[in-house]
């Protein structure tokens, strides 16, 4: 039997009005389990089940999982310190925006459980002020991991060790969830959203000329990501 996967769908559309499509999203939940219930790199199953509600469940010899979905696409068009750029932008710009956002490639999966009631993965780059929700950040922090360096995620992804072994390096995460968009072919550059100089710095757009610039690119890497995403799907899924 095959399954499909719409990557034009917008989670929000199936989501009850005012709550998170992350938690409660249908279609989204779907879609993250046919994506990413697949072989491991070691060559081991990894099923994602979805008889817990909200989350994804695997238990197997690898370990148990539970996991949740994450928004990777991140407007910021309701964020206090950046009200006076969006204001500049017409409403229709910031709806397409919101849209593309919206689609499958515009959201990933961290595991959930909280460990030693400290933050999760989700919670924690979206509070940490040298990240923001920067995903493109994000991924820079996951890849210091994977070399065992230090980075502002550094003690959360320790928390969370034994999901990230289950990739074995960065390159083999990066393929797994069809992220390569954002790093060059060799994985050791990335394809910021907005130019790094580190970070100290700011993560947020400054002014006009930087939000449209972070609004292009990330806008580009969800696009290339869903057709990644279509392209796995019709090899694999029908």
Same mark, same amino acid.
């Given at each position: 039997?095959?399954?499909?996967?719409?990557? %034009?769908?917008?989670?929000?559309?199936?989501? &009850?009005?005012?709550?998170? $499509?992350?938690?409660?999203?249908?279609?989204?939940?779907?879609?993250?389990?046919? *994506?990413?219930?697949? $072989?491991? $790199?070691?060559?081991?199953?990894?099923?994602?089940?979805?008889?817990?509600?909200?989350?994804?469940?695997? #238990?197997?010899?690898? =370990?148990?999982?539970?996991?949740?979905?994450? +928004?990777? !696409?991140?407007?910021?068009?309701? %964020?206090?310190?950046?009200?006076?750029?969006?204001?500049?932008?017409?409403?229709?710009?910031?709806?397409?925006?919101?849209?593309? +956002? !919206?689609?499958? !490639? =515009?959201?990933?999966?961290?595991?959930?459980?909280?460990? @030693?009631?400290?933050?999760?993965?989700? !919670?924690?780059? =979206? +509070?940490?002020?040298?990240?923001?929700?920067?995903?493109? *950040?994000?991924? /820079? +922090?996951?890849?210091?991991?994977?070399?065992? #360096?230090?980075? $502002?995620? /550094?003690? %959360?992804?320790?928390?969370?060790?034994?999901?990230? #072994?289950?990739?074995?390096?960065?390159?083999?995460?990066?393929?797994?969830?069809?992220?390569? &968009?954002?790093? @060059?072919?060799?994985?050791?550059?990335?394809?910021?959203?907005?130019?790094?100089?580190?970070? =100290?710095?700011? &993560?947020? &757009?400054?002014?006009?000329?930087?939000?449209?610039?972070?609004?292009? #690119?990330?806008?580009?890497?969800?696009?290339?990501? @869903? /057709? *990644?995403?279509?392209?796995?799907?019709?090899?694999?899924?029908?």
């Amino acid at each position: 039997m095959s399954e499909f996967v719409d990557t %034009t769908f917008i989670m929000r559309s199936d989501t &009850p009005k005012g709550k998170d $499509p992350d938690q409660h999203s249908p279609t989204l939940r779907k879609y993250h389990s046919l *994506l990413w219930s697949k $072989p491991l $790199p070691s060559g081991e199953s990894f099923n994602l089940e979805l008889d817990i509600p909200r989350l994804l469940h695997h #238990k197997s010899s690898v =370990g148990e999982f539970f996991l949740s979905s994450d +928004c990777i !696409g991140h407007t910021y068009r309701n %964020t206090q310190s950046l009200k006076n750029i969006i204001k500049n932008i017409s409403p229709n710009e910031i709806k397409s925006f919101v849209e593309v +956002c !919206g689609t499958i !490639g =515009g959201y990933i999966v961290f595991p959930s459980k909280k460990v @030693n009631n400290k933050m999760t993965i989700n !919670g924690s780059r =979206g +509070c940490n002020y040298q990240i923001k929700d920067r995903f493109d *950040l994000t991924l /820079k +922090c996951i890849k210091l991991f994977y070399e065992n #360096k230090d980075s $502002p995620l /550094k003690s %959360t992804f320790d928390r969370y060790e034994s999901f990230f #072994k289950l990739f074995e390096d960065f390159k083999n995460y990066v393929d797994y969830f069809h992220l390569n &968009p954002l790093v @060059n072919n060799t994985y050791s550059e990335f394809n910021y959203f907005l130019p790094f100089k580190g970070f =100290g710095n700011n &993560p947020l &757009p400054s002014n006009n000329e930087e939000y449209f610039s972070y609004k292009y #690119k990330l806008t580009e890497f969800i696009l290339s990501r @869903n /057709k *990644l995403i279509e392209n796995w799907t019709k090899q694999k899924l029908h």
